[in-house]
Every structure is written in structure tokens, then in C-alpha cells.
């Protein structure tokens, strides 16, 4: 019941302004975005690929509402790319954007989101890495894919997020599959009406297991995009069904979140890739964690009280 009403929040000035504020929300924040500029991140990328994960990495931030806050969000990236080039990484650092911080939502904004991201997926290309394109709201996801359709004609390893909550999914997972693209399949983290999504849980891993399906048996490259062990065995059972070998699908986990299940995959041979968010402008994505886990809540609940 907790989940939609934080989710709403997420998206309140008001309440962005005061948790952002409060000093207290800082070590709780860091279970989930273990720093704030480039230089906290550097050494939790090496702790993390030492320990034979891999990372995408993003910047936090979204619902931008200038052209130069765009503008800003396309050169933080290009930053990160730039500092992890001599650690010649290649494709264990690859990055995440959201198109909403690149300037999707203000006017002209598919043109304006497309120019921005276009230099970042080119910077990427240069060190031997490849940038996904998250899934944002329903609403943005059109563009979302058109965006991601025409970056493919030059870097064709460009992935894209869909979520298993949405009932146009099964049909994006068939186009995606045939084209042969990479793609994230993850639940959804964004508070979706009933005339466009699923609402029941039940109903979300059942639409996650035939998307899941349908992308093993593809010509693409499914990443596995989630924490559900349930979901994690049905995948390693449909890629053995498609006769896929370990390096051509892969599992994605948000960094923070059930961090043992990170190594143990990787220990088997899996390739594991850790969702590892930093920056400043991190409400919105720390709120949608809150939400997944109301039990997060009460812990930073307690926190704010100082119990
Ligand atoms: P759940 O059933 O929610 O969780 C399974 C178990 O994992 C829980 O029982 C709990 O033990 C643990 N868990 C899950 N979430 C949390 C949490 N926040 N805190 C503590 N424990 C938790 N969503 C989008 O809409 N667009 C995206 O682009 C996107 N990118 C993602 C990238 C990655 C790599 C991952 C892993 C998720 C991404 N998500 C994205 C979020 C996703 O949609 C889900 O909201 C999130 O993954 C929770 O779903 P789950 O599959 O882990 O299953």
C-alpha cells in the first residue's frame, strides 16, 4: 500500500526539497548512490570490477527543465567517460542515461534528448563501451525508442530498457528481439495507470517471465534486470532452453541491493553487472528504491528520528 504513495512523492517539489535537505538522509542515501561527483565514484568502480562484477553507471538526475541543465547532465557523463578511459575498463563500465535529464521533457526536447545523449554514446564508443537508454513513465517511451532506433544505425550496441508492467511490452520485446538489440527487462518502477499497466504483483512476473522468454529465444542480448530470485532461476533455466552460453545474456542488480546475490551469480560464472547511481540530484531515484521495499522506509524513518 506504501509503494504508490512514495512513488507520488517522488515527484513533489516540496518534499524533494526538504529530504534533500535534511542532513540525516545522507548515510542512508549511500546504501543506494555511494557518492556525489566522480571522484567518489572511482573507487568503488575498481572495489566492484576487483571483485569480477561489472558496472553501468549513471548519473543521477531527471525532469530537468533547462537547456543548460541538459547540457550539464550530458558533460557529467562525458567526465566520467573521460576519467574511466585510462582505466581501460571497456565494456565492464558501461553507462545508464535517462532521457528526461537530457532534455526529453521541454520543448523539442526528442531532438534536443537525442543530441545531448548522442556524444555520450559516441565518447562510450571511443573507450570500448556502450550506453543503455532507461525506461522512464509510459508516457516518454516512444521517444525513448525512436532515440534509441537511431542511435542504433551507428552504435548498434545501444540498449534500451522495457518494463515488464506495461502491456505494450510483449510487442516492444518482439520487435527488440528480432532486431537483435540489447535490452534490460526489468518490473517497472513508476507509478502507471490501470489502462496501461499491470497493478497486480502476480501479474507483473508472469508478464516478466513471457517478455523473458521471448528475448532468449531472440537474436539479441537479454540483460536480466532484477533482484527476484525467483525470476533469476527462470532465467538461467530459459536461457539454457534457448541454448544460450553465459556470455550472451547477462544480470543486472541495482548497486546496494542484495549485494551477496551480486558475487554468488558472478562466482558462477555469470556476468553481473551492478546499476551504480551517484550525483547530487538523487531524489527521485533514491524514492523509487524507498518504494520497492516499504521496509526501507522504516529504516530511514528511524534514521530522521536519530533511533
Ligand atoms: P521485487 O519483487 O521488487 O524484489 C525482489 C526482492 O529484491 C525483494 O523481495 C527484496 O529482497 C529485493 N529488493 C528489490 N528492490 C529492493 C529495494 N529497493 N530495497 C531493498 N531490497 C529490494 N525500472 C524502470 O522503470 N526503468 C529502468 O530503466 C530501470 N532500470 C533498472 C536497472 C536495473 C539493473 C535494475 C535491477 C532495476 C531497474 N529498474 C528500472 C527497477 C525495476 O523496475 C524494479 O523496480 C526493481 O528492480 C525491483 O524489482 P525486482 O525485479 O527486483 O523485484
Redesign the pocket.
Known amino acids: 500500500m506504501l509503494g504508490p504513495v512514495i512513488l507520488a512523492a517522488s515527484r513533489s517539489d516540496r518534499l524533494r526539497r526538504l529530504v534533500s535537505a535534511a542532513p540525516v538522509t545522507r548515510p542512508v542515501v549511500d546504501r ?1 548512490i555511494p557518492g556525489e561527483n566522480v571522484d567518489d565514484i572511482v573507487p568503488v568502480v575498481r572495489e566492484l570490477t576487483d571483485k569480477g562484477l561489472e558496472l ?1 553507471m549513471d548519473v543521477v538526475g531527471e525532469d530537468i527543465t533547462t537547456p543548460e541543465q541538459a547540457a550539464a547532465a550530458r558533460d557529467a557523463y562525458l567526465e566520467l567517460i573521460d576519467r574511466l578511459k585510462p582505466m581501460e575498463l571497456g565494456r565492464r563500465a558501461e553507462m ?1 542515461v ?1 532521457l528526461s535529464m537530457f532534455g526529453q521533457a521541454l520543448p523539442g526536447g526528442h531532438e534536443l534528448a537525442l543530441a545531448n545523449v548522442r556524444p555520450v554514446v559516441e565518447a562510450a564508443d571511443a573507450i570500448g563501451t556502450t550506453v543503455t537508454l ?3 513513465d509510459h508516457t516518454t517511451l516512444d521517444s525513448m525508442f525512436a532515440v534509441h532506433e537511431e542511435l542504433r544505425r551507428d552504435f548498434p550496441r545501444t540498449g534500451c ?1 522495457i ?1 515488464a508492467y506495461l502491456f505494450r511490452t510483449e510487442a516492444d520485446a518482439r520487435r527488440l528481439a528480432a532486431s537483435g538489440s540489447r535490452v ?1 527487462l ?5 507509478k502507471e495507470p490501470a489502462s496501461v499497466a499491470y497493478q497486480d ?1 502476480h501479474e507483473i ?1 508472469k508478464a ?1 517471465v513471457r517478455v523473458l522468454r521471448t528475448l532468449m529465444e531472440g537474436e539479441g542480448y537479454p ?1 536480466v ?5 525467483r ?1 533469476v532461476a527462470i532465467a538461467q533455466e530459459l536461457a539454457r532452453r534457448a541454448g544460450r552460453k553465459q556470455d550472451e545474456y547477462e544480470f ?3 548497486y ?3 549485494s551477496e546475490e551480486h558475487l554468488r551469480l558472478a562466482a558462477e560464472g555469470h556476468r553481473m ?3 551504480t547511481a551517484y550525483g547530487t540530484d538523487w531524489y527521485g531515484y533514491f524514492m ?6 516499504p ?2 522506509l522504516r529504516f530511514f524513518a528511524r534514521s530522521v528520528v536519530g533511533r
Do not use: C, W
Open positions: 543506494f553501468t545508464s535517462k532507461d525506461a522512464e530498457v518494463q534490460r526489468v518490473k517497472g518502477a513508476y504483483r512476473d516478466y540483460m534486470g532484477s533482484h527476484d530470485p525470476l543486472q542488480m541495482l546496494g541491493i542484495r553487472r551492478v546499476y523509487r528504491r524507498l518504494a520497492e521495499k521496509a526501507n
